[in-house]
């Protein structure tokens, strides 16, 4: 145990004295990096309970840290999520709060015979509300993203250049990351003097029709470039300047194709009574064989990511003070033929992506934190996407309120709360939300936990779940217990701000 654990030890708990303390006696801050894939299931890791994908690397990342076993994401479905985690704050405050895009109506380019989109990008970020990057700078850190953005499209206010990270490489749109085989991806590197975010073009890949089975023909495969992107950063590092660097791979969103190697060889021969896709004239699903083994053969993909990123550490000497963190921006999708059902991919839970039922938004979420994590330990404190920002501030020996917005005046919501205590086991200092809440206007879904009680509202219509003796939430006890469920429709009011740009029925 390192002096921080045992200094911790020996205190006072009380006065919110835990993390400036944990920061005092820590030689230099931890290093931090943040691996958050892509439309990944609660069951879809080894760890977690999936029988037919092999993951060691991050199996191993759990039995060396801690494995939270209810843990949420910000939202079911990509942009929002993320947002949540940028910001400290749920849906109901959150400025995203959905996948609203900007390309519909922008226009076309070409590359070569490929017609593409001339502005990308989702709803942009609150420009009067703090992120997280910019957080960590103000601490001193070196900071980079690299893989999908989902904050804000091009040119806007929102930009990676323009929110606290120095260096930042993938889509900066979440559809353009449907594709791993794109005309473009976008980057930016202060390092290398860019003043902006710019579209690094692919003439290899636009050489082929992005339609039809030439496609397949296309060499370079967006998923690697992005990791070996964000190895040579990692190799850059040293020990003399803190790092944070956010890696949001897309893997296994979206299209299931990958280059044809062992992993997915290998696949093709487990799984000798597979399945097809047959996608879509037009369509960015392109048809495929082999549906199970593409999709087993992206988790082991991303797994291989994580073991390389976790070599290089070690590498570099950087592994004792690096905290490593995995976990996925929502439950699991069905496009491109994905077949969550074969997969058993949400384990005991329901729903799917795009669902405010615990299999839409309850995630794998895994920290490695030598030293100071007890290892091996499946943790059930339930945490949320908006506690992240939080904890990072206590990990550094900062306060979160010293970022607050006097301009937003009664909208300057932080919502999260730290769960540093519960890492470094000082369970008695842990603070537990009174409850938890997401809103997502596309499929018209609130959602509100509170202890065991979950309620969910489907276009005003409200369901009423115990999750202790039905975590599968197939028993609506609405009409049972009709004092709770006027409890838990009085926080949906008290959570919810509305946005113009993401409207709600809120119950009846």
Not at 99 to 109: D, F, I, L, M, Q
Not at 470 to 486: F, S
Request: net charge negative; with cysteine; charged share 25%.
């Amino acid at each position: 145990m390192k002096n921080a654990d045992l200094i911790i030890k020996s205190i006072s708990l009380a006065g919110g004295v835990l993390a400036p303390v944990l920061a005092c006696a820590q030689v230099q801050k931890p290093n931090i990096i943040f691996v958050l894939c892509d439309d990944m299931g609660w069951g879809d890791l080894a760890c977690y309970g999936q029988r037919y994908i092999s993951t060691p690397n991050i199996d191993r990342l759990a039995s060396e840290g801690m494995q939270f076993m209810q843990a949420y994401s910000g939202s079911p479905v990509s942009a929002p999520s993320r947002a949540s985690m940028m910001t400290g704050q749920h849906t109901g405050h959150c400025a995203i709060r959905g996948n609203k895009e900007y390309w519909r109506n922008a226009g076309t380019v070409k590359y070569g015979e490929n017609e593409d989109y001339a502005l990308v990008g989702q709803h942009p970020l609150d420009s009067a509300h703090v992120v997280l990057p910019e957080i960590m700078k103000n601490n001193g850190y070196t900071t980079a993203q690299f893989g999908k953005w989902a904050g804000g499209y091009e040119g806007s206010y929102s930009t990676p250049d323009k929110r606290g990270v120095d260096e930042f490489y993938g889509p900066i749109c979440q559809f353009q990351a449907h594709a791993y085989y794109p005309n473009f991806l976008n980057k930016y590197s202060r390092e290398d003097g860019d003043t902006a975010v710019v579209r690094e073009l692919f003439p290899e890949n636009y050489a082929h029709s992005f339609f039809g089975d030439d496609y397949f023909n296309r060499p370079i495969y967006s998923a690697d470039s992005i990791h070996r992107k964000a190895l040579k950063w990692i190799d850059k590092q040293t020990k003399d300047r803190p790092f944070y660097g956010l890696f949001t791979y897309t893997l296994p969103h979206a299209e299931l194709v990958q280059p044809e190697d062992s992993i997915l060889l290998a696949y093709k021969a487990k799984f000798t009574e597979d399945k097809n896709f047959r996608g879509a004239e037009h369509s960015w699903y392109h048809g495929i064989t082999n549906v199970h083994a593409e999709f087993a053969g992206m988790i082991t993909r991303l797994d291989a990511y994580v073991g390389e990123i976790m070599d290089k550490l070690k590498e570099k000497g950087l592994d004792d003070n690096t905290i490593v963190i995995f976990s996925s921006d929502n439950g699991p999708h069905e496009e491109g033929g994905a077949d969550p059902t074969f997969f058993n991919r949400d384990g005991v839970l329901k729903g799917l992506k795009r669902s405010c039922h615990e299999g839409g938004i309850r995630v794998p979420f895994i920290v490695r934190w030598p030293g100071h994590i007890p290892s091996g330990v499946k943790n059930e404190h339930p945490i949320a996407f908006w506690d992240i920002m939080p904890t990072f501030c206590d990990i550094l020996g900062d306060n979160q309120e010293n970022y607050r917005n006097a301009s937003l005046g009664d909208k300057d919501y932080f919502d999260g709360i730290s769960f540093l205590p519960t890492l470094i086991g000082v369970d008695e200092a842990q603070r537990s939300h009174d409850y938890l809440y997401w809103e997502f206007n596309e499929t018209n879904q609130i959602a509100v936990r509170q202890g065991d009680w979950k309620l969910i509202v489907k276009g005003g219509k409200c369901e009423l779940y115990n999750l202790k003796d039905d975590v599968h939430e197939d028993r609506n006890l609405a009409q049972q217990y009709p004092d709770k469920l006027e409890e838990l429709k009085a926080l949906v009011k008290a959570s919810h701000t509305p946005n113009e740009h993401f409207r709600v029925t809120l119950p009846n």
